[in-house]
């Protein structure tokens, strides 16, 4: 089997040919090891552009089109697989990608022309939901403020909250999305005595009372919660789920917190409810367009705690998530269990049937 590995600024293609040589060396060593885009900026721009329009707006990778006419996987991180990269690569049977998204993959076209998608569910499910727990304190304790401020000469000792500083205990918790991140997020918050409540029309209302939450409507979360937390994934029918009309239920005590898709929230709804002190406070990591605008209203606003997209990113995250990719991958080569199947239709694509008999021998 020929393969095609292409890496990016966040995880280097030598990653991929590690991850590769460790669990699919035996599957092939014709394996083309590269980068698709090496500089980190412009993979912060590219990457959220194809996030917002999707993998056809981008161009065929120099890689792809030089090499991959007989090649039959593509692995990467943020690689766009479109359905020119398949007219460029006709015997591609399998794609990869080292993320729980899937924004960069035209899903729909792989599924039709019989070639099975790969992802990494929870990749990053650790790193975000400590870094959601973490902006939830740093929001409602003034703490990047406080800091802000002593490296600027001031020693701050009043804040827009300063009238009603919470602490956890006992509060309520809205957790949007009960996935790998909405869990852990519910499982890591127990130790502070919280009440947690959950939105999540695809998640039984067992499964969450398991994890010692409650399941409710969307209106009543908002206006039952202390700190709001956004863990869905964004989709054409809930994009703007969070606008004005969920924002002004909210208490005006309560904190509003965004580590996962700024598509989910109308964001001048949000921007008009800060300004306005409908809400107390926000703390947001996702923005539509980043770097931010430097005439964005949040950079004006004393009340909300703002990072640059870093939820998902540490070390572990980055360096484990083309092992587990591949990983999987063997062991469905391999005849074992997969996790990560994305399009199990493709299963019953006889083409594929095929070339899965002749890779399997």
């Not at 991850?19 to 412009?42: L, T």
């Not at 918790?173 to 499982?187: E, P």
């Not at 206006?223 to 989709?235: G, N, P, Y």
């Not at 964001?267 to 306005?276: R, V």
Request: proline share 3%; glycine share 8%; hydrophobic share 40%.
């Amino acid at each position: 089997m020929k393969a095609i590995l292409l890496g990016d600024a966040m995880i280097p293609g030598k990653g991929f040919g590690e991850a590769w040589k460790k669990h699919m060396s035996k599957y092939g060593d014709d394996v083309i090891v590269d980068n698709w885009e090496s500089d980190w900026g412009k993979l912060q721009y590219r990457r959220l552009e194809v996030e917002k329009r999707g993998p056809e707006i981008e161009t065929v990778d120099e890689t792809i089109q030089k090499e991959g006419k007989d090649a039959e996987a593509l692995m990467g991180l943020f690689v766009p697989v479109s359905s020119k990269v398949m007219d460029a690569m006709p015997n591609l049977r399998l794609v990869g990608v080292s993320r729980a998204g899937l924004e960069n993959v035209n899903v729909a076209e792989a599924t039709k022309r019989g070639i099975l998608v790969f992802n990494v569910k929870g990749r990053n499910a650790h790193a975000v939901s400590d870094f959601a727990i973490g902006m939830m304190l740093a929001a409602a304790r003034n703490i990047a403020k406080a800091h802000y401020a002593i490296q600027n000469g001031e020693w701050r000792k009043t804040f827009v909250n300063s009238d009603c500083i919470p602490e956890m205990h006992d509060k309520t918790i809205g957790l949007v999305g009960f996935g790998y991140i909405g869990k852990l997020v519910a499982k890591k918050l127990s130790g502070f005595d919280v009440n947690i409540v959950v939105y999540d029309p695809y998640t039984d209302a067992s499964v969450i009372e398991a994890a010692g939450a409650k399941k409710v409507e969307l209106d009543e979360l908002m206006s039952s919660s202390d700190f709001v937390s956004i863990h869905a994934r964004l989709t054409d029918q809930n994009k703007n789920m969070i606008g004005e009309h969920e924002l002004g239920l909210m208490k005006p005590t309560a904190y509003f917190i965004n580590t996962g898709r700024a598509g989910l929230v109308d964001q001048e709804a949000l921007a008009k409810a800060l300004e306005e002190g409908k809400i107390m406070g926000a703390a947001l990591d996702v923005f539509t367009t980043e770097p931010i605008p430097e005439d964005s209203p949040f950079l004006k606003l004393d009340n909300v705690t703002l990072t640059t997209h870093i939820a998902g990113t540490t070390s572990e995250a980055l360096t484990n998530s083309p092992y587990l990719l591949m990983e999987d991958v063997a062991k469905f080569l391999d005849g074992e269990e997969a996790h990560f199947i994305v399009n199990k239709e493709v299963l019953e694509n006889e083409d594929f049937k095929s070339w899965l008999a002749g890779v399997r021998g």
